[in-house]
């Protein structure tokens, strides 16, 4: 369960009280809604199919799949299939590497998805065991599906960019800097990252 609206507002209310880039940005654009998705391998699976392709094919590839294995499939219903099976649902050598190394671990056990250690940097780690998930990866899946208070994806582009205009600086921070400046908002940065996508594109800021 992700981030709720209220969980939302109090975060970024922290956060504008001590920051006026964040304050003037929330009137102008005014708070977002909340990004939430299942927890469970299936949205880590649904990460794996999206890698790299539009959201559309992606739509597809996971309709075949759904096709294939049926709509409630387990982790040892991908594992049953061949590779020309996965194959013809869209699902690459690699991609099938990935979406095999998850049913593996969750299936043997050895990744309770529902159990994650309560520290990020632990999760965050357990999580990037599996083959093809990263730390972008990782974090994205703290957020919308567990709703973490405290993540803060600052390898994210888009992360990168709306904290820039929010901040009004001369150019887009990279990756260090990001992680940086957002030092000072713990522990409402979760709220704060899905503000910032909420400005990327923003025409008014």
Known sequence: MGLSAKQIKQGLD???A???GIARALEIAGYPEPRI???????LLRTIVGQQVSVAAAASVWRKLEGELGEDFGPGCLLERDFDTLRACGLSRQKQGYARSLCE?????ELDLENLPEDD????????RIKGIGRWSAEIY???AEGRPDIWPAGDLAVMA???KILGLDERPDEKAT????????????????FTWHCYDNPAL
Do not use: D, N, S
């Open 14 to 16: 922290a956060v504008a």
């Open 18 to 20: 001590q920051e006026p």
């Open 37 to 43: 998705r299942p927890t469970g391998y299936k949205t």
């Open 105 to 109: 671990l969750v299936g043997a056990g």
């Open 121 to 128: 940097e632990e999760a965050i780690a357990q999580l990037t």
């Open 142 to 144: 703290l957020l919308f």
């Open 162 to 164: 709306g904290i820039g």
């Open 179 to 194: 992680r940086a400046l957002a030092e000072p908002w713990r522990p409402h940065r979760g709220a704060t990252a899905i």
